[in-house]
């Protein structure tokens, strides 16, 4: 049987406008293995011409565009393209910029000065569902959602589901949650997506944030040591 390794790679559509950066990206993902370049622009109005052919599982979004900003840009391409996902890179880590971006419906963010081994790794790991964001990052989500979204769940967590949500919260990875609780990472992935569901929420980042603020109002989501 022949298998076609281009249908199995993670095509990668980059929108960045500075060109050296949109080149540098563009080289990594076309050298790693796993990985294919499913296309590049340099501003979101031709992005938002050429991306919805591509159709590609990931795509790197500057945020900070000319013309139509990429939080814009993301907004329009959701709904035509509801399988992709889209980690916005930045070189900031403004709570505003970051709440807007993952309002419209990007899933992870990034800052620009990412190294090339944790860039490949965190579009590895939103592919998978998971939702990749640098650890200051992270902390300006869950303080941004926790002063802005106050309601509560229209259903409740199973007791299994919170206890993956609070781990989450404190920063556990995918795997580490898994050997912890001796179940495996698909099992994992089933827990956040019925979370996501239940939460009315696109990302970990969201889920974390709305479900601590509900638990707990003065949660700081402490991250955990490694090693």
């Known amino acids: 049987m022949c298998i076609d390794k281009h249908k199995m790679s993670i095509a990668v559509s980059i929108v960045e406008d500075d060109a050296q950066t949109r080149r540098i990206f563009g080289n990594w993902i076309?050298?790693?293995?796993?990985?294919?370049?499913a296309g590049d622009w340099g501003d979101a109005e031709k992005a938002l011409a050429g991306l919805p052919d591509k159709k590609p599982n990931v795509v790197l979004m500057d945020i900070n565009l000319p013309g139509m900003s990429g939080v814009e840009a993301v907004r329009r391409l959701k709904p035509l393209l509801?399988?992709?996902?889209?980690?916005?890179?930045?070189?900031?880590?403004d709570a505003d910029h970051i709440y807007n971006a993952l309002a419209a419906g990007a899933t992870?963010?990034?800052?620009?000065?990412?190294?090339?081994?944790?860039?490949?790794?965190?579009?590895?790991?939103?592919?998978?569902?998971?939702?990749?964001?640098?650890?200051?990052?992270a902390r300006k989500v869950v303080q941004s959602f926790r002063q802005t979204h106050a309601g509560a769940a229209q259903e409740e967590l199973s007791p299994r589901e919170q206890e993956v949500l609070d781990m989450l919260a404190r920063g556990y990875l995918y795997k580490e949650i898994?050997?912890?609780?001796?179940?495996?990472?698909?099992?994992?992935?089933?827990?956040?997506?019925?979370?996501?569901e239940k939460l009315h929420v696109r990302s970990r980042a969201q889920a974390v944030a709305k479900y601590t603020h509900l638990a707990d109002p003065d949660f700081a989501a402490p991250i955990p040591p490694r090693g």
């Open 30 to 37: 076309h050298a790693a293995s796993g990985f294919r370049l």
């Open 82 to 93: 509801p399988d992709t996902q889209f980690v916005m890179l930045t070189v900031y880590e």
């Open 108 to 137: 992870g963010y990034l800052l620009k000065q990412t190294p090339r081994a944790e860039l490949l790794a965190a579009i590895e790991e939103v592919h998978r569902g998971g939702s990749p964001m640098t650890s200051n990052i």
């Open 178 to 196: 898994a050997d912890r609780l001796n179940i495996s990472g698909p099992t994992v992935n089933t827990y956040v997506r019925r979370m996501y």
